[in-house]
Nanobody
């Protein structure tokens, strides 16, 4: 079955950088889009970024544009989220997700990884 396993979350100081990874397995993702979402305590889950697996087209949420970069390594079946200039408001559990590129609904979700931005 499809598995998405996130890693890389940790405590980082404001202004610092972090790279999250999402290892995908269980199917071919060539016709899929991969996304990152985040959820802070007491808040709704928000969209962060997405990338189409085949073309590499990217799209970002307004709050992370210019600071975060999503990418994928086809050979490793892994999606990355490079996060720079981190702010305390970036603190959240970050989730990796996958959906068929022709669908608006994310079908598969990882278990999440905690990112804490604090001095």
């Amino acid at each position: 079955q499809v598995q998405l396993v996130e890693s890389g979350g940790e405590l980082v100081q404001p202004g610092g950088s972090l790279r999250l990874s999402c290892a995908a397995s269980g199917r071919t993702f060539s016709s899929y889009a991969m996304g990152w979402f985040r959820q802070a305590p007491g808040k709704e889950r928000d969209f962060v970024a997405q990338i189409t697996w085949s073309e590499g087209n990217t799209y970002y949420g307004d709050s992370v544009k210019g600071r975060f970069t999503i990418s994928r390594d086809k050979a490793k079946n892994t999606v990355y989220l490079q996060m720079n200039s981190l702010k305390p408001e970036d603190t959240a559990v970050y989730y990796c997700a996958a959906r068929p590129a022709i669908s608006a609904t994310y079908t598969y979700w990882g278990q999440g990884t905690q990112v804490t931005v604090s001095s």
